[in-house]
């Protein structure tokens, strides 16, 4: 059974920080690419970060550059994303995604983890 579980969601203050972390099971986790995407209210989901199987090669949406940093563990089975100067912008819910790639269609959704960023 596939399973992707998120967790370190929460509350914090602007400027604060929080880890993210996508615990994989069901499948070879160190042959997906793995994302975070993130949907606020009212908006479409975004993607936030992805990161290669290896882990060689990361990409991040402008408004999170130099302020997030997604890393993997593939011994772990694990993703993680590393959010610094947190704004009130950054407020969604966070939501782990693997990709097999290859155009096969193997994809697979974590349940999300709420990220609230306020004072």
């Known amino acids: 059974q596939v399973q992707l579980v998120e967790s370190g969601g929460g509350l914090v203050q602007p400027g604060g920080s929080l880890r993210l972390s996508c615990a994989a099971s069901g499948f070879t986790f160190s042959r997906y690419t793995m994302s975070w995407y993130r949907q606020a209210p009212g908006k479409e989901r975004e993607l936030v970060a992805n990161?290669?199987?290896?882990?060689?090669?990361?990409n991040y949406a402008d408004s999170v550059k130099g302020r997030f940093t997604i890393s993997r563990d593939n011994a772990k089975n694990t993703v993680y994303l590393q959010m610094n100067s947190l704004k009130s912008e950054d407020t969604a819910v966070y939501y782990c995604?693997?990709?097999?790639?290859?155009?096969?269609?193997?994809?697979?959704w974590g349940q999300g983890t709420q990220v609230t960023v306020s004072s």
């Open positions: 990161i290669t199987r290896a882990g060689v090669s990361t």
């Open positions: 995604y693997a990709d097999r790639g290859l155009g096969i269609g193997l994809v697979y």
